[in-house]
Nanobody
């Protein structure tokens, strides 16, 4: 059974930083494409950042230059370092793992709140 567990959310002031972590079990992590999504109240879930099994990274325009996604295949974890946070970054952040068969697994989400 695949498990995806996020941690590291919280409350931070405008301009601050947070680091989100995601631990995955039950699948061959090194072969997965990993991603972070977020969903703000009243809005659709949106893609924030992705990292392929080869380490290729991609970011939403709104977070480029501020967020960094990375993965540790030895520990089956992916992180999202978020700097220069803005109130509009406030959302529930979700970790997503897609295996080689295209099967997608989601975590429960972690709340990030940026105060103005």
């Amino acid at each position: 059974q695949v498990q995806v567990v996020e941690s590291g959310g919280g409350l931070v002031q405008n301009g601050g930083s947070l680091r989100l972590s995601c631990a995955v079990s039950g699948m061959i992590f090194s072969l997965n494409k990993m991603a972070w999504y977020r969903q703000a109240p009243g809005k659709q879930r949106e893609l924030v950042a992705t990292i392929t099994r080869f380490g290729t990274k991609d970011y939403a325009e709104s977070v480029k230059g501020r967020f960094t996604i990375s993965r540790n295949n030895a520990k089956d974890t992916v992180t999202l370092q978020m700097n220069s946070l803005k109130p509009e970054d406030t959302a529930v952040y979700y970790c997503n793992a897609v295996d080689m068969s295209g099967i997608s697994s989601w975590g429960q989400g972690t709340q990030v709140t940026v105060s103005s």
